[in-house]
C-alpha cells in the first residue's frame, strides 16, 4: 500500500471550483407550497386542538 500524498492546503484546494447554488424555480415553487401547507396546518388544526387540549384534558 502506498502512502498518500503530503499536498499543502493550497495544492489540495486547487481542483475545487464550487459555483454556487442555483435552485430552479420549481424547487423554489415547492417549497413555498410546503411551507404555506404547513403554516395553514398550524393554524387550521394544531392550534384548535392544542387549546381544546389545554383547557379541558380528557
Do not use: D, K, T
Amino acid at each position: 500500500m502506498s502512502e498518500p500524498e503530503a499536498l499543502s492546503p493550497v495544492q489540495e484546494g486547487r481542483y475545487h471550483n464550487y459555483l454556487g447554488n442555483s435552485i430552479p424555480w420549481y424547487v423554489r415553487v415547492l417549497w413555498l407550497c410546503f411551507w404555506v401547507g404547513a403554516i395553514s396546518y398550524v393554524f387550521n388544526y394544531l392550534l384548535p386542538a392544542l387549546q381544546s387540549e389545554l383547557v379541558s384534558p380528557p
